[in-house]
C-alpha cells in the first residue's frame, strides 16, 4: 500500500465508504473539514484528522514558536508550526496503518448502514422521539412525552445498570461504530433506557 503521506485526499475521501461517498459530494466546497476516525472508522484509539484546501493556512493559523522542540533539526521538521499539537502526527501513521491491515471502507459503510437501520428502529418506537433523521451516523432521540428528564441522572441510572449511554443537554445519543452493538442490543438499550427513565426521573 502507499506509505503515510502518499495518499491524496481524494483517496481518503474513498476509504471512508465507496457506498456513501455521495454524502460527502458538498465537501469539495470546503475549505476545511475535520474527520474523527476514531468514531466513523471504529480505530480503537484517538485519530483525527484535518484536511485544508490550503495548506499555508495551518501555518498562519496555528503556528506556535517552540524552540524547545526539534532544536537540533531545525524548523522543517518542527510541526508544532504547522499542527494544533505536535504529537498529533502520528494520528496520520495510526489511520495508514488501520488501513493497511483493515478495510476502513467496509468499516464505515458498516456504520452507515446501521446508523440508517437503527434510527428506522427509533422511528418506529412510540416511546421514543427520533432527532435530526438526516445526521448519517449518529441516532439522536428523547423519550417521548417526557421533557422534564434530568439526563445526568437518567445516564447515572443507566451507568448503574451496566450500560453508559451519551447525552446532550436534552436527548441522549448513540453511534453505532462497535460490531457488537447490534439491533438486538440496540432494542435492549432502548427499553433500558425507557425503563430508567420512567422509574427513575
Not at 484517538?46 to 531545525?74: D, I
Request: net charge negative; with cysteine; charged share 25%.
Amino acid at each position: 500500500g502507499p506509505r503515510p503521506g502518499e495518499r491524496d485526499q481524494a483517496g481518503l475521501r474513498d476509504d471512508l465508504s465507496s457506498k456513501y461517498r455521495y454524502l460527502a459530494a458538498e465537501l469539495a466546497r470546503a475549505d476545511s473539514i475535520t474527520v474523527d476516525c476514531h468514531k466513523l472508522l471504529n480505530i480503537s484509539m484517538q485519530c483525527s484528522c484535518v484536511l485544508v484546501r490550503e495548506g499555508a493556512l495551518l501555518n498562519s493559523s496555528s503556528t506556535v514558536t517552540a524552540p524547545y522542540l526539534f532544536h537540533k533539526y531545525g524548523n522543517n521538521v518542527d510541526i508544532s508550526q504547522r499542527s494544533f499539537q505536535c504529537g498529533r502526527r502520528a494520528d496520520g501513521f495510526k489511520l495508514w496503518f488501520c488501513d493497511a491491515v483493515d478495510d476502513l471502507d467496509a468499516q464505515a459503510t458498516l456504520v452507515f448502514d446501521r446508523a440508517a437501520e437503527m434510527k428506522d428502529i427509533v422511528a418506529g418506537d412510540e416511546r421514543f422521539t427520533l432527532l435530526y433523521p438526516n445526521s448519517p451516523t449518529h441516532i439522536c432521540f428523547r423519550v417521548t412525552g417526557r421533557e422534564d428528564i434530568d439526563y445526568e441522572t437518567a445516564v447515572e441510572g443507566l451507568r448503574q445498570r451496566g450500560s453508559f449511554i451519551e447525552y446532550y443537554v436534552d436527548y441522549f445519543r448513540l453511534v453505532p461504530v462497535n460490531p457488537a452493538f447490534t439491533v438486538q442490543v440496540l432494542k435492549e438499550v432502548l427499553d433500558l433506557i425507557h425503563d430508567v427513565v420512567m422509574t427513575e426521573c
